[in-house]
Nanobody, 125 residues
Framework: QVQLVESGGGLVQDGGSLRLSCAVS????????TAWFRQTPGKEREFVAG?????????YAESVKGRFTVSRDNAQKKTVYLQMNRLKHEDTALYYC?????????????????WGQGTQVTVSS
């Protein structure tokens, strides 16, 4: 079983920055990909950014390309980060960290086996 715990959310002004962290613990399998998703009330959870097991390949939603960066501590591969710059009001959401069996990133919510509880990001306009 893998546990994911997000942190780093908060209230920030339009144009500001935040860095989210996802601590991964539990019994790891041989390789897994991790990703960040977000959700607002009444809408489906959407893919934001992801990182494959090697850490060499990333994927981003079009809406965050050039502003957000996903990364991981390569020493132990136990913490995944989402650096969010030039935040906009429309980035306001509950952000989730997720992990999936298999090394490749997917943008599909149902492919992910493990989820954190989420951390709220609010961007004031």
């Amino acid at each position: 079983q893998v546990q994911l715990v997000e942190s780093g959310g908060g209230l920030v002004q339009d144009g500001g920055s935040l860095r989210l962290s996802c601590a991964v613990s539990g019994q790891p399998f041989s390789g897994y990909a991790t990703a960040w998703f977000r959700q607002t009330p009444g809408k489906e959870r959407e893919f934001v950014a992801g990182l494959d097991w090697s850490g060499d390949n990333t994927a981003y939603a079009e809406s965050v390309k050039g502003r957000f960066t996903v990364s991981r501590d390569n020493a132990q591969k136990k913490t995944v980060y989402l650096q969010m710059n030039r935040l906009k009001h429309e980035d306001t959401a509950l952000y989730y960290c997720a992990a999936k069996v298999g090394m490749l990133v997917s943008t599909i919510t149902s492919r992910y086996n493990f989820w954190g509880q989420g951390t709220q990001v609010t961007v004031s306009s």
